[in-house]
């Protein structure tokens, strides 16, 4: 699908305007052209590219779909990368898909480029549809407005992730399972997709905000340095959620070993328990039957009752020992 909104001061917004009428629309250095392209083939889509007098590398970069941030000055407009992580939990699992969007910023117009779509996109659109002063400030603003409904974006993300985290070390110290240690894991991919892609995006509005380009009013510096700063401080808590998890995992793991600790204290003091029991039944049989021999005095009722006596009172007293000596 292929969208287009076009601005002309004193004038209504157009849309739907054919692909052969945006070289002419573009001559109009005050007015404002955005062509958006949604999941379209590309030989629909390098065509009209091409007629933008895009270079063929940018063109090939855009079409291929694999990129990560980044931003290319190509004198009269600028191609840019952004990517954007859409989050999915299914069962208390957690999927990441990030998604690419390539921007060609010209002086009086953009064109971005996408293979689903992307809330920041639809929300920007929207917004333009809605009041006109959303595209009357250049093309330069209408970028700021795409690159601020995509970082936004991340809060809602995550703020998700650290709930889910703090759900999750609750359960450890209630009853960690491996389902437990699978949801930490799955936590842990996810941020690390997500650094992976907030690292060149801040070098990108780094880039925005500092450097000098043809396309961009040095006064809209300010607004790509307020993103940058956003970026940052994503890039903050993204540390913190990594080290949290690390944490967890720390805790999960100890707390699993304390507990096998505690399995194998009470069996061992079991068995030391009933390990003099064993010695002495073995010993002598415990066969309480007439004998055969001379030894008929180890059948009498008084024995008897001597053993059970020593039965009993063995586990206990070694219990109360082991309880003096704090081993239990």
Not at 83 to 96: A, G
Not at 150 to 167: C, F, H, Q, T
Not at 264 to 276: D, E, G, N
Request: glycine residues 4%.
């Amino acid at each position: 699908m292929i969208r287009t909104l076009y601005y002309s001061p004193g004038k209504p917004i157009r849309k739907d305007i054919p692909p052969s009428e945006f070289a002419k629309l573009i001559r109009n250095r005050r007015s404002l052209l955005w062509v958006d392209f949604v999941n379209e083939p590309d030989e629909n889509s390098l065509p009209i590219l091409q007629n933008f007098g895009f270079h063929p590398l940018s063109i090939e970069d855009a079409l291929q779909q694999t990129h990560s941030p980044k931003l290319d000055d190509w004198g009269s407009y600028l191609y840019i990368v952004m990517n954007y992580i859409d989050l999915q939990e299914n069962d208390n699992t957690w999927e990441s898909k990030i998604d690419e969007l390539d921007i060609f910023l010209g002086s009086n117009y953009i064109v971005t480029h996408h293979e689903f779509s992307i809330p920041a996109i639809e929300a920007t659109w929207a917004s333009c549809e809605r009041d006109v002063r959303n595209v009357q400030d250049g093309a330069d603003h209408l970028l700021y407005k795409i690159m601020d409904f995509l970082v936004a974006g991340y809060m809602p993300a995550v703020e998700r992730i650290d709930s889910a985290i703090d759900e999750l070390e609750d359960t450890i110290f209630d009853k960690p399972s491996p389902r437990t240690l699978e949801r930490l894991f799955a936590l842990k991919r996810v941020l690390l997709s997500m650094r992976r892609i907030l690292l060149p995006q801040r070098e990108v509005l780094n880039k925005l905000a500092r450097d000098d380009y043809r396309v961009i009013d040095p006064r809209d510096r300010i607004f790509f340095r307020d993103i940058y700063d956003h970026l940052v401080r994503l890039h903050d808590l993204n540390e913190n959620l990594r080290d949290l998890v690390s944490g967890a995992l720390d805790t999960y793991l100890s707390v699993v070993n304390n507990r096998m600790n505690e399995i194998m204290k009470t069996l061992t003091t079991i068995t030391v328990l009933f390990m003099p029991l064993t010695v002495l039944t073995g010993y002598f049989g415990m066969n309480f039957f007439e004998p055969l021999g001379s030894l008929k005095g180890w059948t009498t009722d008084l024995v008897f009752y001597l053993t059970l006596a020593v039965i009993f009172i063995l586990p206990l007293s070694m219990y109360l020992w082991m309880r003096r000596r704090t081993w239990i």
